[in-house]
């Protein structure tokens, strides 16, 4: 499993990096475990997820996004 710590980030380079991360992912077909800052909204990056269907588990209280990749 890939990890990517996006704590150090702020909106819009947060989304920017959620998608490298998510890009390198899919390249490796691995899933990623995303950890996120507590107090900044997740939405946009769920909006993304949903819209591409991808599979994901937010759990808001810890902070931790794990996403599968797409599978071929």
Known sequence: MLEQDLRV??????????????????????????????????SDIERFLQKHNYHYQLQKQLGLLMVEPHRV
């Open 9 to 42: 980030y702020k909106c819009p380079q947060q989304f920017i990096r959620f998608k490298l991360g998510l890009k390198q992912a899919n390249f490796n077909q691995q899933p990623i475990k995303f950890t996120l800052t507590l107090e900044q909204s997740t």
